[in-house]
């Protein structure tokens, strides 16, 4: 599961304003998720925008904060607890892990 959870994070990061924005636009996903323009992704930024995607789809569920930081600590390489541009173009850039076969 945490292996599961490792590859889906990224992932999820990348997707969670995607649909909105024009393929490949990775400055304009950054700049959507980047709510108060810092340049840097933060964790409420990240929570707010995984709120907005589920809320488009009707779902009210709080987002799951653990989720949240283990996301975060998967993309932020520089350690100071967020994701940068750099961090999040490196993520985008790096090939996707094989998924884990079934038992």
């Known amino acids: 599961m945490k292996t599961l959870l490792l590859i889906a994070a990224p992932v999820a990061l990348a997707t969670a304003a995607h649909a909105a924005e024009p393929a490949g636009d990775g400055d304009a996903l950054f700049a959507k998720l ?40 998967r993309i932020d390489t520089n350690g100071d607890g967020a994701v940068d541009k750099a961090e999040m173009a490196a993520m985008r850039k790096a090939p996707a892990a094989p998924a884990e076969p079934r038992r």
């Open 34 to 73: 980047d709510a108060n323009g810092d340049g840097r992704i933060d964790k409420a930024e990240l929570t707010r925008a995984h709120e907005a995607k589920a809320a488009e789809k009707g779902d009210k569920t709080p987002v799951d904060g653990a989720k949240i930081d283990e996301m975060i600590k």
